[in-house]
């Protein structure tokens, strides 16, 4: 699938990876792009049950993921797309909730921001040993409190703390608001 | 008298009757017309049931052409939503379960094509089946939501760009695995299935709550 896009066509909080081709060599190769549609049916699936997971899912725009086996043949160019894809997030502002490295497993987790503590976009970068690479982009409106409650459904804890750090913070900042207006 | 002024009489001119079997001749003609339209359009509505939609033929070639070989069709079937509305007609003066129902409900056209490669490949070339089919897909209004690959075997799985409503789903299937080809394509609305979903996620839902439940007082009359 060509996913090559102009800049001014990206979304906020979305993440252009380029585009990936299985290997050669008949390692798996995984591509997964889920547009707003599909997203709202999953909601509607369980808006009854749980309405909070389908208004979160009501918020998200859309979702890619890529997973690739490294081979000889692609794994230096993988995983230099990786380092440059983790530059762009870094010089883009995105925020880096995890990085772990643990004998050959390289994980990083970035969010993107609003001034309100809303998230844009989520974006995942990882590195399995030499074996296989895992690209993640959500893209949507994310408040707060839904944060906190995607981390839990991931099972992501800092996505948890950081979903209820940002709520604290909104909060704060909207009890400042009244009180300079009295002044 | 003078003869100039005789005045013949006109006498009405009426047409020659038609020979008698000329009526019947242009009714026979229609009729034989008409029963040649009915076998014609008998035969094309046919032909339809064996004959792929270009959505599900582009997908076909894409992968034989980038795979080669030699083809055989096992099975190839289509249809159409008039034959899914007569079935769904007449299931309705049968008593059928719920799941069944939901499913006639659901599927208001389908095709599928079994392709058998006769020789082993030497090798898949995932990148040159993606990108052909997802060019000629993207001509039709058709994104590809999901690409797997693994050695020999492929899935994608299309559906339309355009805005994607329950009540007017589609969604095109291809997938190669041990030189078998299945392409599947399928429209209806999903509102039936979709209830179905949910009425069964409700009652596993009572049912792992019921377990919990029956724990946690074992749990307690134990301790």
Redesign the interface.
């Known amino acids: 699938m060509n996913t090559a896009l102009w800049a001014a066509d990206l979304l906020p909080g979305q993440i252009d990876f380029g585009s990936f081709s299985p290997s050669t060599g008949g390692g798996e190769f995984v591509e997964v792009n889920l547009p707003t549609s599909l997203i709202s049916l999953g909601a509607r699936l369980v808006e009854k049950d749980e309405p909070e997971v389908a208004q979160l899912l009501n918020g998200i725009k859309l979702v890619r993921v890529n997973v690739l086996a490294l081979d000889e043949d692609n794994r230096a160019d993988i995983q230099k797309r990786a380092q440059k894809i983790r530059k762009e997030l870094a010089d883009k502002g995105w925020e880096r909730i995890v990085a772990a490295q643990q004998k050959d497993q390289d994980v990083g987790i970035y969010l993107k921001m609003t001034d309100k503590g809303t998230v844009q976009g989520l974006t995942a970068v990882v590195m399995d040993g030499k074996e296989h690479a895992v690209f993640v982009n959500v893209v949507g409106e994310i408040k707060p409190e839904q944060l906190a409650l995607l981390g839990e459904k991931l099972h992501i804890d800092p996505l948890k703390k950081l979903g209820h750090t940002a709520e604290k913070s909104e909060k704060k900042s909207d009890d400042k608001a009244p009180e300079k207006a009295e002044d | 008298m003078n003869t100039t002024d005789v005045k013949v009489p006109q006498v009405p001119v009426r047409p020659a009757p038609a020979a008698p079997g000329g009526l019947r001749f242009r009714k026979g003609h229609l009729a034989v017309l008409l029963i040649l339209c009915l076998l014609l359009s008998c035969a094309a509505g046919v032909a339809g049931y064996f004959r792929l939609s270009s959505e599900s033929r582009v997908l076909r070639s894409s992968l034989m052409e980038s795979v080669g070989g030699e083809w055989d069709k096992k099975f190839a079937v289509h249809v159409g939503s008039l034959t899914m509305g007569v079935v769904r007609l007449g299931s309705h003066f049968i008593h059928l379960p719920p799941e069944p129902r939901a499913a006639l409900d659901t599927l208001h056209g389908a095709e599928v094509g079994i392709y058998h490669l006769r020789e082993e490949p030497h090798?898949?070339n995932?990148?040159a089946i993606?990108d052909g089919a997802?060019r000629a897909m993207k001509a039709r209004g058709w994104?590809?939501?999901?690409?797997?690959?693994?050695?020999?075997e492929l899935v994608a799985v299309y559906?339309p760009r355009k805005?994607?409503?329950?009540s007017k789903m589609s969604c095109c299937l291809m997938i190669f695995h041990n030189r078998e080809l299945v392409i599947v394509s399928a429209r209806g609305n999903?509102e039936p299935l979709?209830e179905i979903?949910?009425k069964r996620?409700?009652h596993i839902?009572d049912e792992m709550q019921g377990r919990l439940n029956n724990r946690i007082i074992t749990g307690q009359n134990h301790s």
């Open positions: 090798s898949i995932a990148t993606f997802d994104d590809r939501i999901v690409g797997v690959t693994h050695e020999r559906f805005v994607v409503l329950p999903l979709l979903a949910r996620m409700d839902k």
